[in-house]
């Protein structure tokens, strides 16, 4: 069973508020993600990291930022949040080298931006 | 670049067997996978495939050929909770989704 926790659950804000998501995984794993979901669609790579002190943006361009900077921890940011950004947002880790088996991912996190 | 094709939607029977395709295109590849994602929940792993070939695991198998960029689910013995999205998903350094596959699961 994969230890990764996410919240808020849901968070329903007004547009331009600026807004944290917090991610957390307790298996130590080296490689964390951040995706972006509409109902629907496919889930597309807005940022990822290797490791501490390590970020990437990912295939679909993004208006947050993220921070590594604990193993643990991978907190996703919007400065000023739009109803653009309304989506779900799932955080994502994986072992490092040596196992590219699988990503276990969290429960994800539900935006609503009015 | 990543491109991903799988079907829209599938419609099969309690009990039955289906087959869910996946077609790729990309630029480096470094193993597929499928995952099962239940409406408004995360993906869950299902399978991967990194060597030509069939990977059984219980009702689930996946099969993949590289030279043609073809990957298949196959799920037997189909039981109600199998409704959801199948994603299809390959890997270079990142992983890249395809837009999945709705099986509904009829009695």
Redesign the interface.
């Given at each position: 069973e994969a230890d990764i926790y996410q919240t808020p659950r849901y968070l329903v804000i007004g547009t331009g508020k600026k807004i944290t998501l917090e991610c957390s995984q307790t298996m130590g794993h080296d490689k964390m993600?951040w995706?972006q979901q509409d109902p629907?669609?496919?889930?597309?790579?807005i940022h990822?990291s290797y490791g501490v002190n390590s970020t990437e943006k990912?295939?679909l361009s993004s208006e947050s930022t993220v921070s590594r900077i604990r193993t643990e921890h991978f907190p996703l940011t919007l400065e000023s949040a739009r109803p653009s950004h309304t989506s779900q947002y799932?955080c994502a880790s994986s072992p490092g080298q040596g196992d590219?088996?699988?990503?276990?991912?969290?429960?994800?996190t539900r935006l609503l931006v009015l | 670049g990543q491109n991903i094709d799988q079907p829209t939607e599938m419609t099969a029977t309690e009990g039955a067997i289906v087959q869910i395709n996946c077609t790729y295109q990309t630029s480096g590849f470094n193993g597929l996978f499928w995952y099962q994602q239940h409406a408004g929940e995360a993906p869950t792993f299902l399978s991967y495939n990194v060597l030509d070939g069939l990977e059984e695991k219980g009702r689930f198998s996946s099969f993949l050929s590289r030279s043609k960029g073809y990957s298949y689910l196959l799920l037997k013995e189909l039981q109600m909770k199998d409704s959801a999205s199948y994603l299809c998903a390959v890997r270079n350094s990142t992983l890249t989704f395809g837009k999945g596959t709705m099986l509904l699961v009829s009695p």
């Open positions: 993600y995706y629907g669609m496919e889930l597309h790579l990822y990912g295939d799932l590219l088996k699988t990503q276990y991912f969290g429960p994800g | -």
